[in-house]
């Protein structure tokens, strides 16, 4: 099951039980590094991208979005839901693929350090993955600075 963690809090996960299948989203306050809310958009199962591209929207200025696909984050996945998240900064959400894991960080209303690591993507391969058809997890680690904004 997908994981987000911020500041070592678990914000999205199996055990708070609002992980699921698609995308998962934890919009994160900028100042206080506190999670504000916290979904996942199926993206198997069902049209989920237009209230993805809502949620996405309505993050407030001066936050931080933290995104993981667990088991499928594309095969319903709209141009336009794509289009948002690449508004937001990914490069590798126009590549994601069936089974792709992937991670990615984006600031709302200030921009990120240049050298920051913001974005992994790791495909499903069935010659090379460690799993069977799942690639292996994959993690984005560093520390955003307090004076972004």
């Given at each position: 099951?997908?994981?987000?963690?911020?500041?070592?809090e678990q914000l999205i996960s199996e055990e708070k039980q609002n992980a699921g299948r698609g995308i998962n989203i934890a919009v994160v306050d900028y100042d206080t590094g506190k999670c504000m809310d916290a979904k996942y958009f199926d993206m198997w199962e069902g049209e989920?991208?237009?209230h993805m591209i809502d949620f996405i929207k309505k993050a407030p200025q001066g936050s931080l979005l933290l995104m993981v696909t667990h088991d499928d984050g594309s095969t319903k996945l709209k141009q336009d839901a794509k289009k948002a998240i690449a508004d937001l900064g990914s490069k590798e959400i126009q590549n994601i693929r069936f089974r792709s894991s992937w991670a990615f960080i984006a600031a709302k209303g200030f921009k990120l350090p240049d050298n920051l690591e913001k974005e992994k993507i790791n495909h499903s391969d069935g010659k090379k993955n460690r799993y069977g058809g799942w690639p292996a997890e994959i993690q984005i680690e560093g520390c955003i600075p307090r004076n972004l904004r």
């Open positions: 099951m997908a994981k987000i963690c911020f500041e070592d989920f991208s237009g």
